[in-house]
C-alpha cells in the first residue's frame, strides 16, 4: 500500500463553490461522516477511504476524515507540514524512527516533523488535520 489517500468525496455545502469564502457557519457531523467513510473502508481494495471536510490541496489548511480497516495504514511518507490527528473511533500506531504512539478514540496525536506511518489496529476512523508549510 501506498502513503497516498484517495479522496472518495468533498463535502461542500449546497450553493458555495469550491474554494470560496462562506460567510456563515459550516457544521458537519463528523460522526456520520466517519461510520459512512468505515463502511466504503470495508469494501475498497486499498482498505481505506477518506473525505475532505475542510479547505483543500490548493489552501493552507486541510481537514480529512481518513478511515481505515483493522490492518491496513499509511506507509511511511513525509509530513507535509503541522499535522494532528484525532482519533473518531478506533485504535491507530503513528510510528517516526523508532518511536510510536498508540491513539484511541477521543485521544489527539501530534504528527512529528518527519517521515511517519499510521498503522490502524482496529477499524478506525481519524480527523487529520493539515497545515501546509509556506
Not at 460567510?23 to 457531523?29: F, G, Q, Y
Not at 473525505?51 to 486541510?62: I, K, M, N, W
Not at 499509511?74 to 507540514?81: D, R, V, W
Amino acid at each position: 500500500m501506498t502513503g497516498s489517500l484517495t479522496q472518495t468525496s468533498t463535502h461542500t455545502p449546497e450553493g458555495v463553490q469550491r474554494g470560496e469564502r462562506q460567510s456563515h457557519v459550516k457544521k458537519l457531523s463528523l460522526n456520520a461522516i466517519a461510520r459512512e467513510q468505515l463502511e466504503r473502508a470495508q469494501d475498497a481494495s486499498s482498505g481505506r477511504s477518506s473525505s475532505t471536510v475542510f479547505g483543500g490541496h490548493e489552501q493552507a489548511l486541510r481537514q480529512t476524515v481518513v478511515a481505515l480497516r483493522e490492518g491496513s495504514s499509511l506507509t511511511e511518507h513525509n509530513s507535509p507540514g503541522e499535522a494532528t490527528i484525532i482519533v473518531l473511533s478506533g485504535r491507530v500506531r503513528l510510528s517516526a524512527g523508532s518511536t510510536s504512539w498508540e491513539g484511541r478514540t477521543g485521544d489527539l496525536l501530534v504528527i512529528p516533523p518527519e517521515r511517519h506511518s499510521l498503522e490502524a489496529l482496529k477499524d478506525t476512523a481519524i480527523l487529520m488535520t493539515i497545515v501546509k508549510a509556506p
